[in-house]
């Protein structure tokens, strides 16, 4: 039941971090996959199972602006998983995928 | 990657002192600096073009756009250049202030403030209240500093009304386009985009400097093609070059 779950939320986060990406445009969502493949080897199918190794390349990049980037992506991920986004002080990328988790482990 | 700032400290280096002892060769600098201008401003409009190429090529996004915009506000000032170069070298006129150039010149501000303004936008989140208030702060105290600056020389220079307008424009448009290169400036401020955007804003730096050096030096006569105030023209068009091909190879 709980790996069916953590599959149900890493196939939900692989589609959010495709779509959230796409505010960079379609070169730009390439050029972030092919820097996660270059510099951390990881691969497009992988990264929804990494997402430490994700924001850190976004923040690597972007600096502040990776948050943007990664609101965008959570936002995806909370609509896909039917679950009210609302913004929290001092809550980054992972905290706002834990309570993902949470939601999801609860439900 | 380290190439690009060795060759750019190189012609830096090298302009500043071809400007610095152009005693020995006056003839050879009033060519140079009427020639040269369009070459440099070429080369920056040829690498942001590359860049939009390379944006452009998968699907048209925001980065496209972005650069869509800078490449079109370089190359109006190319035109400019040109035209200057023109009015100079070959129609032999020894100061082209305000001319048809000035025309391309002011333009290309509106498509390069336009580029910015759509980049910083889509990282806007980022920035807080206070970071974009300061900036804001600065640009006006800055604006207000070199109008009243530039408000005695000028007005006394007895300038037609288009010159006293040109005067005072240059740096006020200069002043607008940094302060929003700024705000991208502290947005990327920690990640690799930084040293892009740190050349973005040494580029709009030198043409912060160089147009109120220009206005106030055509406007108390001192003004000379091969001034030691057009190297920082070059030196500005030689940042943005290098600010859009180190932001190429880090995204």
């Given at each position: 039941?709980?790996?069916?779950?953590?599959?149900?939320?890493?196939?939900?986060?692989?589609?959010?971090?495709?779509?959230?990406?796409?505010?960079?445009?379609?070169?730009?969502?390439?050029?972030?996959?092919?820097?996660?493949?270059?510099?951390?080897?990881?691969?497009?199918?992988?990264?929804?199972?990494?997402?430490?190794?994700?924001?850190?390349?976004?923040?690597?990049?972007?600096?502040?602006?990776?948050?943007?980037?990664?609101?965008?992506?959570?936002?995806?991920?909370?609509?896909?998983?039917?679950?009210?986004?609302?913004?929290?002080?001092?809550?980054?990328?992972?905290?706002?995928?834990?309570?993902?988790?949470?939601?999801?482990?609860?439900? | 990657?380290?190439?690009?700032?060795?060759?750019?400290?190189?012609?830096?280096?090298?302009?500043?002192?071809?400007?610095?002892?152009?005693?020995?060769?006056?003839?050879?600098?009033?060519?140079?600096?009427?020639?040269?201008?369009?070459?440099?401003?070429?080369?920056?409009?040829?690498?942001?073009?590359?860049?939009?190429?390379?944006?452009?090529?998968?699907?048209?996004?925001?980065?496209?756009?972005?650069?869509?915009?800078?490449?079109?506000?370089?190359?109006?000032?190319?035109?400019?250049?040109?035209?200057?170069?023109?009015?100079?070298?070959?129609?032999?006129?020894?100061?082209?202030?305000?001319?048809?150039?000035?025309?391309?010149?002011?333009?290309?501000?509106?498509?390069?403030?336009?580029?910015?303004?759509?980049?910083?936008?889509?990282?806007?989140?980022?920035?807080?209240?206070?970071?974009?208030?300061?900036?804001?702060?600065?640009?006006?105290?800055?604006?207000?500093?070199?109008?009243?600056?530039?408000?005695?020389?000028?007005?006394?220079?007895?300038?037609?009304?288009?010159?006293?307008?040109?005067?005072?424009?240059?740096?006020?448009?200069?002043?607008?386009?940094?302060?929003?290169?700024?705000?991208?400036?502290?947005?990327f401020w920690k990640g690799k985009l930084r040293k892009s955007w740190l050349l973005i804003?040494?580029?709009?730096?030198?043409?912060?400097?160089?147009?109120?050096?220009?206005?106030?030096?055509?406007?108390?006569?001192?003004?000379?093609?091969?001034?030691?105030?057009?190297?920082?023209?070059?030196?500005?068009?030689?940042?943005?070059?290098?600010?859009?091909?180190?932001?190429?190879?880090?995204?």
């Open positions: 039941m709980v790996t069916q779950k953590t599959e149900v939320l890493k196939k939900a986060l692989a589609e959010a971090i495709d779509e959230g990406l796409l505010m960079l445009g379609e070169s730009g969502r390439d050029v972030i996959y092919f820097r996660l493949k270059q510099s951390y080897a990881l691969k497009r199918e992988d990264v929804s199972s990494n997402p430490e190794i994700f924001v850190n390349c976004l923040r690597e990049i972007f600096g502040s602006g990776a948050g943007v980037i990664e609101r965008a992506v959570i936002k995806k991920l909370y609509d896909k998983l039917g679950i009210e986004f609302k913004e929290k002080k001092d809550f980054g990328f992972m905290e706002y995928l834990n309570e993902a988790r949470k939601f999801l482990e609860e439900g | 990657m380290l190439g690009i700032y060795k060759v750019g400290l190189i012609i830096a280096v090298g302009l500043t002192l071809l400007y610095a002892f152009q005693g020995f060769y006056p003839d050879f600098i009033y060519v140079f600096s009427n020639a040269f201008p369009p070459v440099i401003a070429g080369a920056a409009v040829v690498t942001s073009g590359l860049s939009l190429e390379r944006y452009w090529r998968r699907a048209k996004g925001p980065f496209s756009t972005v650069w869509f915009y800078f490449t079109l506000g370089l190359f109006l000032w190319f035109i400019g250049e040109a035209i200057w170069a023109g009015y100079t070298l070959i129609l032999g006129v020894e100061l082209p202030y305000p001319s048809i150039a000035d025309a391309f010149w002011i333009s290309g501000y509106i498509p390069f403030f336009i580029g910015l303004y759509v980049y910083v936008k889509l990282f806007s989140h980022a920035l807080t209240k206070k970071a974009v208030a300061i900036t804001m702060l600065v640009a006006a105290a800055l604006t207000i500093l070199v109008s009243v600056a530039l408000l005695t020389p000028v007005l006394k220079a007895e300038e037609d009304l288009t010159t006293i307008v040109m005067d005072f424009a240059y740096p006020i448009l200069d002043l607008a386009l940094l302060s929003t290169a700024l705000l991208g400036l502290i947005i804003n040494a580029a709009i730096l030198m043409d912060v400097c160089a147009d109120i050096l220009f206005s106030y030096t055509t406007a108390k006569d001192l003004y000379y093609c091969g001034h030691m105030v057009d190297v920082l023209f070059d030196l500005a068009y030689l940042f943005f070059l290098m600010a859009f091909y180190v932001h190429t190879k880090e995204f």
